[in-house]
């Protein structure tokens, strides 16, 4: 009887393997026989079998035979310079072999869900132009043929660094900062498409995946530049009387003035090197309060510079009669005088005092009109203009007194 066919890899080279399982199929289906030696399996193409009787029949060993089917080829993923694995698809149960460039033994595998996937060993640097082998066998199939996959450069490696990103603060990054970086970075590396590719880590770097998976790691401070910070302005000096507030400046910045009491800070731009901003109506400066002034230049941080508001105080010394008279701050001007437009009260004789003060020595006048200026400065509770008006009755008393013990001292004579 003819047996079931064996299947073999290549029927015009049968291995003895091949003609063991030949024998085996033709003493199967004709148990007559039990010797392999009863049965001749030819170069010439053909197979002669003998049996107990002595009688011979030939076939031809082709139709003996069935060629094996050869697996389907694997698939193979793009592998580049950094890659760290390797990995395709193929046929569940199938056995894949991945042959690595420098790798003295294929790496072997089984394909589980239709993936397969082996790591590229331990220090193996892959290089651009090589090749990777991989074969695919299925279950009783002939090995596939060979895929060949070149190991291209990672584009990680064609990184182009971006144009730096200007920040307050490069330890702190806000999420707008990190926006404008990512920005910054896809502008440079056009292939990177998604925000979700850039990583902005707590770790102070930048992890950048592109599209063949590979990626670059940079430190984040290599992506931004710390925003300078603008100059201090200069504040004139601000008193209890003042009615606007102004200094120095540079042009086109813009100055933000913050006064207590005031719900919103009142903002002006310098022109020519100069700022100035009213007081607002109603508002009493008060000596000791903090005047915070802030100048913010085009793309720099802003700088602040506080000064304290000072009481007006009378420099101690000799007013001229109708002269308003000068002033000065405690601590922080001393040699300050009133500017044109203020109206600080001052100290005001009339002419009847003026005459008084004549008749007296230079030394008297000057020891009187010194304290009427100091009792000047004290807060009016009505006792200052008694004092005053008791004060010129005391020296009036006085000059009567010397008038009439010289009239005295005439008539003695």
Same mark, same amino acid.
């Given at each position: 009887m003819t047996p079931v066919k064996t299947t073999v890899n290549n029927p015009s080279q049968l291995t003895e393997e091949d003609k063991g399982k030949i024998k085996t199929a033709i003493k199967t289906s004709n148990p007559e026989i039990k010797a392999d030696d009863k049965i001749t399996i030819g170069d010439n193409g053909n197979t002669t079998i003998e049996f107990p009787d002595g009688s011979k029949k030939v076939t031809p060993t082709?139709?003996?035979?069935?060629?094996?089917?050869?697996?389907?080829?694997?698939?193979?993923?793009?592998?580049?310079?950094?890659?760290?694995?390797?990995?395709?698809?193929?046929?569940?149960?199938?056995?894949?072999?991945?042959t690595i460039p420098g790798v003295d033994q294929p790496i072997e595998t089984t394909v589980a869900n239709g993936k397969w996937s082996v790591n590229v060993p331990t220090g193996k640097k892959l290089t651009a132009g090589e090749k990777i082998q991989v074969t695919q066998t299925e279950v009783d199939k002939k090995v596939s043929g060979t895929v060949e996959k070149a190991i291209s450069k990672a584009k990680a490696e064609d990184y182009v660094t971006p144009v730096k990103t200007t920040v307050n603060n490069p330890s702190q990054l806000t999420e707008e900062d990190k926006g404008k970086i990512k920005t910054a970075i896809k502008t440079s590396n056009p292939e990177i498409k998604a925000d979700d590719k850039i990583t902005i880590g707590d770790n102070g770097n930048t992890t950048i995946e592109f599209p063949d998976g590979s990626k670059k790691v940079t430190p984040t401070k290599d992506l931004v530049v710390?925003?300078?910070?603008?100059?201090?302005?200069?504040?004139?000096?601000?008193?209890?009387?003042?009615?606007?507030?102004?200094?120095?400046?540079?042009?086109?910045?813009?100055?933000?003035?913050?006064?207590?009491?005031?719900?919103?800070?009142?903002?002006?731009t310098v022109a020519n090197g100069k700022w100035s901003v009213n007081v607002p109506t109603g508002k009493?400066?008060?000596?000791?309060?903090?005047?915070?002034?802030?100048?913010?230049?085009?793309?720099?941080?802003?700088?602040?510079?506080?000064?304290?508001?000072?009481?007006?105080?009378?420099?101690?010394?000799?007013?001229?009669?109708? /002269?308003? +008279?000068?002033?000065?701050? =405690? $601590?922080?001007?001393?040699?300050? @005088?009133?500017? !044109?437009? /203020?109206? +600080?009260?001052?100290?005001? =004789? $009339?002419?009847?005092?003026?005459? @008084?003060?004549? !008749?007296?020595?230079?030394?008297?006048?000057?020891?009187?009109?010194?304290?009427?200026?100091?009792?000047?400065?004290?807060?009016?509770?009505?006792?200052?203009?008694?004092?005053?008006?008791?004060?010129?009755?005391?020296?009036?008393?006085?000059?009567?007194?010397?008038?009439?013990?010289?009239?005295?001292?005439?008539?003695?004579e």
């Open positions: 082709k139709d003996l035979v069935v060629e094996r089917a050869t697996s389907a080829e694997p698939t193979v993923s793009t592998v580049h310079t950094q890659s760290k694995e390797i990995s395709g698809t193929g046929v569940d149960g199938s056995t894949v072999k991945v710390e925003r300078a910070t603008s100059a201090e302005p200069t504040v004139s000096t601000v008193h209890t009387q003042s009615k606007e507030i102004s200094g120095t400046g540079v042009d086109g910045s813009t100055v933000k003035v913050t006064i207590p009491g005031v719900d919103q800070p009142i903002e002006t009493k400066l008060t000596a000791g309060e903090k005047i915070q002034v802030t100048q913010t230049e085009p793309n720099k941080k802003p700088k602040v510079k506080t000064v304290k508001v000072v009481g007006v105080i009378y420099r101690h010394g000799d007013p001229l009669v109708n /002269e308003k +008279p000068m002033f000065n701050y =405690q $601590t922080e001007n001393p040699d300050y @005088t009133v500017p !044109n437009g /203020e109206d +600080p009260l001052g100290i005001h =004789q $009339t002419s009847q005092q003026k005459q @008084t003060t004549d !008749n007296l020595s230079q030394l008297e006048a000057n020891q009187r009109v010194k304290a009427a200026s100091r009792k000047k400065v004290l807060p009016n509770t009505g006792s200052h203009s008694s004092q005053t008006w008791g004060g010129w009755i005391l020296t009036l008393g006085g000059l009567i007194t010397l008038l009439a013990g010289k009239k005295r001292k005439k008539e003695d």
